[in-house]
């Protein structure tokens, strides 16, 4: 049957017709379907790789989930955070997430997105509050342990025999309270090793050499034979002090760091550092799980410990190409 011209542009025009009216339809569905969820986050600052490593996490899987981000970076200062929380229960977000650079202090603030109804997720660090109702959920690692595997790993590296000099992280946040907290506990274990310097170097890789450079001048500084860094931004600074002042890094003093930075990975492997101990920056998709329950009142656990490992020397080139951060 020979089909005329003007039947088969009518049959054309009507498939391009029922195209375009079902793709309105789709976009009308996609608009009037479920609400964006919006999620404030106020982030710390970018002090180191771990904490860029937390950022890219958490702002790709907000992107992969379709969710409305409200990103705030505190440039690790605390009236920045709390300005942020305000800002973010002004916006009248469904959800604030964030990782408190010290433990307290917060507790106002957290009192308005209560009185908000604005459900509060802690992600990385813990805050110290009266009122636990304050928040509903603490995604990150268990720093105590962290603290304990450091002083386990340097003690193996030792033999048990350390003058230890230790970077100290953020003064106030959890991690450096509570890594310091698990490292003395196993410290007490070994009559032979102890702290002869501790001080702070902020998390970050210029403070660290700073200090490092302040601890080689001290009088006692030729009794230094091994370096608790509580991350391997400040442990990577203080390699290059060593080096600048003659000295072997991970040979005349050994060094023990954690986060498991990728740098930490190239020091290893040359041989400049000789344990990191992992701390999981990764933790965008468990964030979001919990993130949307909170968003859907469904019930979370208080508290949720991320998984992580501990790197020597020995694993470094065969771990690297695997890193992720
Ligand atoms: C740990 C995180 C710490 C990292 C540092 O979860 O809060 O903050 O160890 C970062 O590198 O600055």
């Not at 603290?147 to 953020?170: D, H, Q, Y």
């Not at 509570?178 to 210029?206: C, H, N, W």
């Not at 700073?210 to 030729?222: C, D, I, Q, R």
Request: proline share 4%; hydrophobic share 40%; net charge neutral.
């Amino acid at each position: 049957m020979k089909i005329s011209s003007v039947y088969r542009t009518s049959i054309a025009l009507l498939a391009f017709t029922t195209a375009c009216v079902f793709t309105q339809l789709q976009a009308l569905a996609a608009d009037t379907g479920q609400k964006k969820l919006v999620v404030g986050f106020s982030q710390v600052g970018a002090e180191s790789g771990w904490r860029t490593a937390n950022t890219e996490s958490i702002k790709s899987e907000a992107q992969k989930r379709g969710i409305d981000l409200r990103f705030s970076d505190a440039q690790q200062k605390q009236e920045n955070q709390i300005k942020a929380i305000r800002s973010f229960i002004a916006q009248g977000v469904d959800v604030i997430a964030f990782s408190p650079v010290v433990e307290t202090g917060f507790e106002p603030v957290l009192q308005e997105a209560k009185k908000a109804g604005i459900p509060v997720v802690l992600s990385d660090r813990a805050v110290k509050v009266s009122d636990p109702s304050l928040y509903v959920t603490f995604l990150g690692s268990d720093f105590v342990e962290e603290g304990r595997r450091a002083a386990n790993a340097l003690a193996k590296l030792t033999g048990g025999k350390a003058n230890i000099a230790e970077l100290v992280g953020t003064v106030g946040s959890a991690p450096a309270i509570d890594r310091k907290k698990g490292f003395e506990e196993v410290l007490a274990k070994y009559p032979d090793m102890k702290i002869i310097m501790s001080q702070s170097g902020d998390f970050t890789r210029a403070k660290g050499k700073e200090v490092m450079e302040a601890f080689l001048k001290a009088p006692n500084a030729k009794e230094i034979n091994a370096l608790f860094a509580h991350n391997d931004d400040m442990a990577l600074g203080a390699i290059q002090a060593m080096e600048e002042a003659g000295i072997k890094p991970g040979q005349d003093i050994k060094i023990v760091s954690i986060d498991g930075v990728r740098g930490a990975f190239e020091a290893m492997k040359d041989g400049k550092l000789n344990v990191t101990v992992e701390c999981n920056p990764l933790l965008g998709p468990q964030l979001f799980d919990l993130v949307e329950k909170v968003a859907n009142k469904e019930e979370v656990p208080k508290r949720v410990v991320s998984q992580e490992g501990v790197y020597d020397e020995a694993q470094a080139a065969a771990e690297l190409p695997k890193r992720q951060y």
